[in-house]
């Protein structure tokens, strides 16, 4: 059982008998249980009081009885008085694991494995800041139960933390320098929390802390975080150094922003050879078209047609909702809840929460042509 609790990072377990409810209830007051184990007697139920005793006084509190058999009338009392599952006694290590992976599922608290998701374009200014952090909120309003970490790695002048108005304590540095002696509780107390779900790793405070940030530390800081939160957002940096690239390969999905416009179409074709040298699959990268429905020199079916395959979205042109967004330091879906770029922004995260398109990239895009008009 303490194996158990261990693996999950519980902490301390505290054995306490059942020689009266009172002083039970009274030597759990000091500290906040995260779960309790109810041994429960023979024939007369003893422990049951003491299930409705702890539930009085912590109820939330989830609790495991375990009774000598599989007693209906047994199990339906200690169900009554509150406990979530029973398991019987002697326990059996796999039984008693899935119990405590069931309960703290329920309760939230099961250690999580995120999915990361790398906004990415090779050109700056083509959205990948935008669409990193409205992703991220579009993510996390899907589900009250989601949680969403959103790191930027932008490491020489991050926007996250000016789009969202966030005066940084602790930043993507002190995160990759004390991560590996932090405990869950303590690494996730490093990142600043917004509402809604949404928890921010902002950048450095200083330009040349970007150095310490080699693609291994930053990688091994993504898989920490992919425990404690459902989806790992990042907003890359345009440039393609090692750490880029360490970022790129360990997500699981690549959002490749682009425009219709010819410069920003030639580097995302250099960006897709790059990813097939790379032997990036087509489920991994996904070509989403931002500003649609500005004036581009290139048609949507144009870009498809190079492509080979349809893009997985398109975000329109708004002006308005994106700069009131990173003005007043906010997500867009808070300023313009009804325009169509935060219900496009939605229809992206479900996109990119559900089974992408199957096939293989290309191997190279070949050449583009102007639209003729
Ligand atoms: N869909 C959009 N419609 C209109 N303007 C946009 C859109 N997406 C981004 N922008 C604007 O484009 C500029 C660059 O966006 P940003 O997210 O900072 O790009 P990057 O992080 O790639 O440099 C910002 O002024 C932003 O408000
Ligand atoms: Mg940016």
């Not at 406990?83 to 796999?94: I, N, S």
């Not at 139960?145 to 304590?169: C, T």
């Not at 080979?308 to 809840?337: F, Q």
């Amino acid at each position: 059982m303490r194996r158990a609790f261990a693996a999950r990072e519980l902490g301390e377990v505290t054995a306490l008998g059942w020689s009266d409810a009172a002083a039970l209830v009274a030597a759990l007051k000091d500290g906040t249980p995260t779960l309790a184990i109810a041994s429960i007697g023979g024939d007369n139920g003893t422990g049951i009081s003491f299930i409705d005793a702890l539930k009085r006084e912590h109820p939330e509190l989830p609790i495991i009885a375990t009774g000598p058999a599989p007693n209906p009338d047994l199990i339906l009392r200690a169900v009554r008085a509150g406990a979530v599952e029973f398991l019987v006694r002697p326990l059996q290590a796999a039984e008693f694991a899935e119990a405590l992976d069931r309960v703290l599922a329920k309760a939230g608290m099961r250690s999580r494995s995120g999915r990361c998701i790398a906004v990415y374009s090779a050109k700056g200014g083509l959205g990948s800041t935008t669409v990193a952090v409205n992703l991220a909120f579009a993510l996390a309003r899907k589900d009250p139960n989601l949680r969403v970490a959103l790191v930027d790695l932008v490491v020489q002048g991050g926007d996250v933390r000016v789009f969202l108005d966030i005066r940084p304590g602790e930043t993507i540095k002190d995160v990759v320098e004390q991560q590996s002696s932090l405990d869950r509780h303590e690494f996730e107390a490093m990142l600043h929390e917004c509402p809604d779900g949404v928890w921010v790793c902002p950048d450095p405070n200083l330009p040349d802390e970007g150095e310490l940030l080699t693609g291994r530390r930053v990688v091994a800081v993504l898989r920490r975080l992919a425990e404690s939160f459902d989806f790992v957002v990042v907003d890359c940096e345009h440039t393609l150094n090692e750490r880029t690239l360490a970022v790129l390969d360990h997500a699981e999905r690549i959002v490749l922003l682009t425009h219709l416009t010819l410069p920003a179409i030639r580097s995302l074709q250099r960006t897709m050879d790059l990813f097939s040298r790379l032997e990036y699959s087509a489920d991994k990268v996904s070509v989403v078209v931002n500003r649609y429905g500005s004036k581009g020199d290139l048609t949507l079916s144009d870009l498809e047609k190079v492509l080979e395959r349809p893009v997985t979205a398109k975000l329109p042109n708004d002006y308005r909702a994106t700069i009131d967004a990173a003005a007043r330091g906010r997500p867009i879906h808070i300023g313009s809840p009804k325009s169509k770029i935060a219900s496009a922004l939605d229809n992206l995260a479900v996109t990119l929460n559900g089974g992408p398109p199957g096939g293989k990239l290309r191997g190279g895009l070949g050449l583009f042509r102007r639209k003729t008009e």
